[in-house]
């Protein structure tokens, strides 16, 4: 079956603008049972006056987890699709000016768990593993006693558990969570970019939304326009890119020369001044 690309924002915002998809699809990343979602932000970190604004893509929900004993748990999930790894001080700055507006607060009757879920089109780690998880410990700094989770509720909402998916690293799916994370893997293009090609019988039956969901969004002249759009900013940004690096290089040789030419008119011996 053929499926738009995730990797393309345009695709991938389709995708999880559906509760039920969304749901399914985060229930697969996380190995928990993630119910009643509501998506309350999207965004990403370019201003919409700059053409180049899909560089960080975000989406964040209010959700509950199942917990094993059957009790429901809030949580917020924040997830971010990064192009660019110099993008992330910027898009951090613009998630806490987010936070801080009152009219954008949360509310819950008890802090909720904040699960972080990072998509990098770059490797970040040496290690070759596509998925890196990170979790919390509550522990006496003094004695290394651990504490309870469930009677820490507000160190609870403060401590994330985080996911860091290396969308380059991505191999043949052994685990239920490479399997889901096959549809970003760029080994599955066809000669269209912004189509993979998948074996809708390879993934478990609760994941076959995400798979339909996709394959619909394929067939979507907008969706197709849009990542068409996404190709020529990329483009394009490279270009500045370049224009970029030339001008630092051209300004750093600059100032060496300056810098040489002070040293010149104040006597100061350069480099090239010092004996044999």
């Keep these: 079956m053929n499926i738009a690309n995730p990797n393309y924002d345009a695709a991938f915002q389709y995708m999880m603008e559906d ?3 969304a749901q399914d699809f985060l229930s ?14 999207a965004g990403s970190s370019r201003s919409e006056k700059n053409p180049i604004k899909f560089l960080v893509r975000r989406l964040d929900y209010n959700a509950k987890v199942t917990m ?7 949580i917020i999930v924040e997830l971010h699709k990064i192009k660019l790894l110099s993008d992330v001080p910027r898009f951090r700055k613009r998630i806490e000016a987010y936070y801080s507006n009152p009219e954008n607060g949360r509310t819950f009757s008890e802090g909720p768990q904040v699960y972080r879920l990072y998509f990098f089109q770059h490797s970040i780690s040496a290690s070759d593993t596509p998925v890196i998880y990170s979790s919390y410990e509550i522990t006496d700094s003094i004695t290394n006693e651990q504490f309870s989770i469930e009677d820490n509720k507000f160190l609870l909402s403060i401590c ?5 998916v290396q969308i380059p690293k991505l191999k043949q799916p ?8 096959s549809i970003f893997d760029r080994r599955n293009l066809t000669k269209n970019p912004h189509i993979v090609e998948v074996n809708e019988e390879n993934f478990p039956k609760t994941y076959l939304s995400v798979i339909q969901r996709l394959h619909k969004a394929s067939e979507i002249s907008s969706i197709r326009l849009a990542m068409e759009m996404e190709d020529a900013c990329a483009i394009e940004f ?21 810098g040489e030419l002070k040293r010149q008119l104040s006597g100061t011996p350069g480099k090239s001044d010092k004996p044999a």
């Design 19 to 21: 509760d039920d998809v």
């Design 238 to 258: 490279g270009k500045w890119e370049s224009i970029i690096s030339e001008q630092k290089k051209t300004i750093a040789q600059k100032d060496k020369e300056i």
């Design 28 to 41: 697969a990343i996380f190995a928990e049972k993630v119910t009643r979602i509501s998506n309350y932000a």
């Design 68 to 74: 094993p004993d059957g009790n429901l748990r809030d």
């Design 174 to 181: 052994e685990a239920e969570i490479e399997q889901a994370l």
């Design 160 to 164: 994330p558990r985080s996911w860091f």
